[in-house]
């Protein structure tokens, strides 16, 4: 466990994430905005979606749209085992493909910024900031963002 988590237990302001691996980087989702972690099966694609858009999957009877978060920040595509991550807004099912998941990470608020000027461009768009853990860069992902620009939900702000 980290400084920046060890020192934070019971305070409000702390910040949690659930961490998860897209090509090697670490991610931080808010705890709020993931319902569920599970592997996928047989995702169907969809013709002409964008390419972000890795199909849609029935999971217990809901059609969740999966997006690949490798594409989705111009990753090239891993032979990783593929997690996803489950999400729910505006009564719509979405899943993040992700190479892992890692921790829950209850961080000090001193330790976040926001994005520095060396974050990949086409990452910036998709990222809150960043938590410097000792190490490595724990980007916070933007999941409204991320859900905007493949379609999903339109942002309230």
Do not use: C, K
Not at 11 to 26: E, F, I, K, N
Request: aromatic share 4%.
């Amino acid at each position: 466990m980290s400084t920046a988590a060890a020192n934070v237990e019971g305070r409000s302001d702390a910040h949690q994430y659930v961490t998860v691996r897209v090509g090697g980087q670490l991610f931080g989702l808010p705890i709020s905005s993931g319902n569920e972690v599970f592997v996928p099966d047989r995702i169907t694609p969809v013709p002409l979606a964008s390419r972000e858009i890795d199909g849609v999957l029935n999971l217990r009877g809901r059609i969740v749209t999966m997006i690949d978060m490798r594409r989705l920040l111009g990753l090239s595509d891993g032979t990783l085992a593929r997690m996803a991550v489950g999400i729910e807004r505006t009564g719509e099912a979405f899943a993040l493909l992700i190479d892992g998941v890692g921790d829950v990470l209850l961080l000090d608020p001193s330790t976040y910024e926001s994005n520095p000027p060396n974050l990949e461009e086409e990452w910036t768009q998709f990222a809150e900031g960043v938590h410097r853990l000792e190490t490595e860069l724990l980007v916070v992902l933007d999941v409204e963002r991320v859900l905007a620009t493949v379609g999903g939900v339109r942002s309230a702000a």
